[in-house]
């Protein structure tokens, strides 16, 4: 099959898993400054995507979309080191164009996943697992009072620290991440080379900053307040 037999193929399903996920941070990330306007509202989100049907038809979703996107990560790698030989190891001769991010997608991409462990040990079990079992207690409050276990989470110096560097290896996972699909589906011409270069750096810098700005706003609350 096309998608998994070529070369062009399978950086489209990457591209367009890589894609898929950066819309659900998007809304993930517009959700969570809610909380920083009204608890309660943000609470009430949470409620609605506890275990609803809908709502595990999403996680599901989104999961599939995120083992496509790791599966096909590792074999791309995998035949892209085979295809270039011993050659990847003349470190001198890598043009001066190719960034970092470029080379070291699979790395941030495991610090990504490996964040994404903590978060859901955070999160996730506390909440939607804690639904999906019936309404048990698994953390420290209920299972929808996202807003809380935020402030828990975040009065901690060391998750502060945790979420920030995991951020910021999202931010070069994504600036490089969604630029570089944009190139897979064609749109590379001359202006828009750069030009989806700035857009990614811009988008990428506003989803990271809108996750940081909860974790910064909450860790500050937690002293004064
Ligand atoms: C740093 C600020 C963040 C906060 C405060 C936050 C908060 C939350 C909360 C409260 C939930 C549980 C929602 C529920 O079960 O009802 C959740 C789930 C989740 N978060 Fe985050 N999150 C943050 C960043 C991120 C980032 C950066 C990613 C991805 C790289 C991410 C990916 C997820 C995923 C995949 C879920 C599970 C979604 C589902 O069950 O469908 N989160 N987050």
Redesign the pocket.
Same mark, same amino acid.
């Given at each position: 099959m096309w998608l998994s037999n070529s070369s062009i193929g399978r950086k489209v399903v990457m591209s367009v898993t890589g894609v898929a996920l950066i819309l659900f #941070?998007t809304f !993930?990330m517009s959700m969570?400054l809610v909380a920083l306007f009204s608890e309660d509202a943000y609470n009430m989100v949470?409620e609605f #995507?506890?275990a609803n049907w809908y709502a595990l038809v999403?996680?599901v979703a @989104?999961a599939a979309l995120f083992v496509i996107h790791i599966i096909y990560a590792f074999w791309l790698t995998m035949l892209n080191r085979k295809a270039r030989g011993s050659e990847r190891y003349a470190v001198s001769e890598k043009p001066k164009t190719v960034e970092w991010a470029s080379q070291n997608m699979l790395v941030l991409g495991l610090v *990504?996943i490996l964040g #994404?462990v903590l !978060?859901f040990a955070n +999160?996730?079990y506390k909440?939607?697992f804690a639904e999906i079992i019936g309404d048990h207690y698994l953390g420290e409050f209920g299972p929808t009072d996202?807003a809380a276990?935020?402030a828990y989470t975040f009065a901690s110096p060391v998750y502060v620290i945790l979420?920030l560097v995991w @951020?910021v290896a #999202?931010w070069f996972h994504l600036t490089h991440g969604f630029w570089s699909a944009m190139q897979t589906f064609g749109w590379n011409n001359k202006i828009w080379f750069e030009r989806w270069k700035v857009i990614s750096n811009v988008y990428a810098t506003l989803l990271v900053l809108g +996750?940081a700005l *909860? *974790?910064v706003v909450y860790f500050f609350k937690s002293l004064c307040c």
């Open positions: #941070l !993930h969570n949470c #995507l506890g999403a996680t @989104l *990504v #994404l !978060h +999160f996730w909440m939607q996202g276990y935020i979420y @951020l #999202l +996750f *909860v *974790v």
